[in-house]
C-alpha cells in the first residue's frame, strides 16, 4: 500500500539507526539512496548489551537501556564515519505497543475511494485511539504517543484490493497497524542521543514492522505467516494472514529468561551457564554432563511453550496460525530456539497439515537487499536499514 508513505527525499542521506530491544542496544551508520532501485549500505555497526539483573525492576531497567544506548551512541560518533542528517530509533518491546484496527466506512451508493477519504479515515482513528490513552493513562507523560501507522490493507466491497485509489465502493475497511510508545521513554531516549549526536531530529518506528516490510519483499510466498522475535526478556509475536497483520503480541520469555533459569537451577554464574550451553550447542559435552542437563533444557522448552500458548490463547479462536515462521534471535541462542519452535506441540496443532516450517533471519539473506561495509551482516540492522528506505524512499 505505498500509496501511503511519503517521502521529500532529494539526495542521499547518512542516517544513524538505533536497534532498541529487551537484551542489546544496536547501532548502525547506513547511506540511504535517494534512487528506491537501489539498495541501503551499512557503513558501521555496532552493539552494546543491556545489562543482566536477577531481579527486573522497570525503572532500573530503562536505566540499563538507556546506558546501553548511550554506549552504542558513542561508538558510532567515535567511529567519524560520515554526517548523518537523521537518526532513527527502531523499538521492539517492552518499548513499545502495537494496535491492529479496522476502520471501516460504508454508504448508501457507491463513491470514490479518494486518497482525501483515506487520509480522513486514518486522522479520525488515530485521533479516536489517542483519546482511549488520555483517558486510560491520564498523565502526559505516561500516555503512549503514536511514533507510526501504516494501513496494511484496503478492502472495497469485501475484496481485498493492491491500488484501491479512484476506485467505487459502497463500502471500504482499511486494515491499520499502530505503534505506540510513552512519552517518558521517547523523551529519555531522545535525550540520551542528544549527548552524542546533536541537534539532528530523531524519528521511531517498531520492529515488527521494519521486519514485516523485509520479509514481505525477500520472500514473495507465502502471504500467510508468523514473525517471531526472540528479545533478551521478551519474545515479539506477529501473526500476518494474506499480507494483512492481524495481531501483534508479546510474552516475557526471551534469552535472558533462558539463562536466568540455567543459572538458578545449576546455581552457576551467567558467563559459566553460557560457556556449558556454547559447549552443548557444538555437541561437545561429555555423556555424564549431556544426561545432567538435557532435562534442563527440556523443561525450559516447556516452560518457553506454556508461556507462548498463553500468549497465543488471548487471540480469538478464529484466527489460525500460519504453518509458515521467520524467526529473529541472537546467533548464539538461534538454533535452540528453531527445534522448540519446530517442535512445540501446541503450534504443530494450530497449522496446517500440523507441520510448520521455521526460517531463520540471519542477515547473509538480506545482502541483495542491504550492502554491507563492515563485513558484520546483523539482521536486525540490516532489516531495518531496508524497512527505513522502504518507508521513506519512493
Partial sequence: MGFFFKSENKKDDIVVIFDIGSGSVGGA?????????????????????????????FKIF???MLDALNSTAKMLYDSKIGAPSKIHCVLASPWYLSETRVVKLARPHSFPFTQKIADEMLEK?????????????????????VIEHNVMGVSLNGYLIDDPIGKRSRSVEMHMAI??????????????ISNTFHHIPVTFSSFVMSSYLAVREKYV???SYLLLDVGGEITDVAIITKG??????????????????????????????????????AGTLSDRKLKKIEPLFQSIENSWGEAFRACIGTLPHTLRLPSTIFLTADADIRGWFMNVVKNEPFIQSMVADHKCTVITLEGPEFLTMCSVRDGTCDPFLMVEAIGFMRKNVK
Fill in 244 to 281: 494483512i497483520l492481524k495481531a501483534s503480541l508479546s510474552f516475557p520469555f526471551g534469552k535472558k529468561t533462558f539463562f536466568k533459569y540455567m543459572c538458578t537451577k545449576l546455581e552457576i554464574e551467567t558467563r559459566d551457564a553460557e560457556e556449558l550451553f556454547s559447549l552443548y550447542s
Fill in 179 to 192: 505503534s505506540l510508545s510513552p512519552k517518558s521513554i521517547l523523551d529519555k531516549i531522545e535525550k540520551t
Fill in 29 to 57: 551508520i547506513a547511506r540511504i539512496p535517494s534512487n528506491p532501485n537501489q539498495i541501503p549500505t551499512i557503513i558501521k555497526s555496532v552493539r552494546a548489551d543491556v545489562i543482566s539483573r536477577e531481579e527486573l525492576d
Fill in 125 to 145: 482513528e488515530i485521533a479516536s485511539l489517542k483519546e482511549s490513552y488520555d483517558k486510560k493513562y491520564g498523565s502526559i507523560k505516561t500516555v503512549p504517543q
Fill in 221 to 223: 510466498t507465502p502471504d
Fill in 62 to 64: 530503562t536505566e540499563d
